[in-house]
């Protein structure tokens, strides 16, 4: 079961644009909402993060939107930079566990390109 | 060190040999996770360790895959008796928990499996 969906699969934007990428999940448990960019042989790092008692973050170019009755969350990013092509994974987590357990839920990944 | 590293950085084997994966996690981080990234999707869960005691494998696809971290810190994932299906990108993450209350997991660069 598909937890979070993402789209779109691969994005091309020119430089300046703004690239939109969406995602949807299922479990209302979910309290954390993180997105990830991936550069090509690196690992994912964090990028920016939501809580859902908030329905925007901004950060710099980019802007986490939450919309927490319909379970959807997106990343705008203003002014896209050629720099900023990269694969960008949305991921949700549940509170901690009685564990510790905080494992993320990741997205399949949108494949950015921003043409110069 | 300065980050996550994990090693080897590829390793191709033949279907049936055993492999163990190392993951060094950030000094300090208690929490560890290991995770599957198929390619062309997001990571996935394996498991994970809180200090060395290993609190959670629900996500251990069936038990050739095992996993430890003796004195909480390295840990290793071990498949045994590969399968080509095992083919895929495994990364470890150990993670951070904020005063403030946000939470990052800080991923390694990952161990590209390939089984012939």
């Known amino acids: 079961q598909q937890q979070v969906k993402q789209s779109p699969q691969s994005l091309i934007v020119q430089k300046g644009g703004i690239s939109i990428i969406n995602c949807a999940y299922e479990?209302?448990?979910?309290?954390?909402f993180p997105w990830y960019q991936q550069f090509p042989g690196k690992g994912p790092a964090l990028l920016i993060a939501?809580?859902?008692?908030?329905s925007e973050k901004k950060e710099g170019r980019f802007t986490i939107s939450f919309n927490k009755s319909a379970k959807q969350f997106s990343l705008h990013i203003m002014d896209s930079q050629p720099g900023d092509s990269a694969t960008y994974f949305c991921?949700?987590?549940?509170?901690?566990?009685?564990?510790?357990?905080?494992?993320?839920?990741f997205g399949s990944g949108t494949r950015l390109q921003v043409q110069p | 060190g300065a980050g996550v590293s994990q090693s080897p950085r590829y390793k191709v084997t033949k279907r049936g040999q055993d492999v163990a994966l190392r993951c060094d996690p950030i000094?300090?981080?208690?929490?560890l996770y290991w995770y599957r990234q198929a390619l062309g999707q997001g990571p996935e869960f394996l498991t994970y360790?809180?200090?060395?005691?290993?609190?959670?494998k629900s996500g251990l696809p069936n038990d050739r895959f095992s996993a430890e971290r003796p004195e909480g810190s390295i840990s290793t994932l071990t498949i045994q008796r590969t399968e080509q299906r095992d083919s895929a990108m495994y990364r470890c993450?150990?993670?951070?928990?904020?005063?403030?209350?946000?939470?990052?997991?800080?991923f390694g660069p990952g161990t590209r499996l390939t089984v012939l």
């Open positions: 479990n209302t448990a979910f309290d954390y």
């Open positions: 993450a150990s993670t951070l928990r904020r005063p403030s209350g946000g939470y990052e997991q800080f």
């Open positions: 991921a949700a987590t549940p509170p901690e566990s009685d564990t510790g357990r905080r494992a993320l839920t």
């Open positions: 360790f809180n200090y060395e005691a290993q609190q959670d």
């Open positions: 939501i809580r859902p008692d908030v």
């Open positions: 000094s300090g981080h208690v929490s």
